[in-house]
Each structure stands twice: as C-alpha cells, then as structure tokens.
C-alpha cells in the first residue's frame, strides 16, 4: 500500500529524523519526502501501513499531516 501525504515539514534534518521515527514502527517502509513540491509531500510503502499513525506521528512532533487521495486516472 502506498499512501501519500500533505504536510508542512521543510528541512532535510527534519525529514531524516521522521524518516527514522516512521522505520522504527515500519522497518521495511520506503518513506520518501519531496520538499520541492508545494505541498512538501510524503509517502510511505508498506504491506500494513496504518495511515492514522503517520498522521499522528507527524502531528505528535508538531506538523501537519493531510491524506491526500491518490486518484485512478
């Protein structure tokens, strides 16, 4: 499952240490961030991604953290 998210996250520094967060539940997760993008997205693959706990992870550490559907085109 891959999931895609907004968020507000905007350094490098930031991002390897949600990265690590994110792995320690997820060990096997692919966690991508793209800074260059508006919405500074997120994504995460994973066989038993739990969504709600991204978005709390992230909103824990004080971001913000949108689901955003990915739409078959």
């Known amino acids: 499952m891959v999931k895609v998210?907004?968020?507000?996250v905007d350094s490098v520094e930031n991002v390897l240490a949600l990265k690590q967060e994110i792995n320690e539940v997820?060990?096997?997760?692919?966690?991508?961030f793209d800074l260059d993008d508006i919405d500074n997205v997120l994504r995460v693959?994973?066989?038993e991604l739990k969504?709600?706990?991204i978005i709390n992870q992230l909103n824990n550490a004080g971001y913000i953290c949108i689901d955003l559907p990915i739409l078959d085109v």
């Open 45 to 47: 693959e994973d066989v």
């Open 5 to 8: 998210f907004k968020t507000n």
């Open 51 to 53: 969504e709600e706990y």
């Open 26 to 32: 997820y060990p096997y997760a692919k966690v991508s």
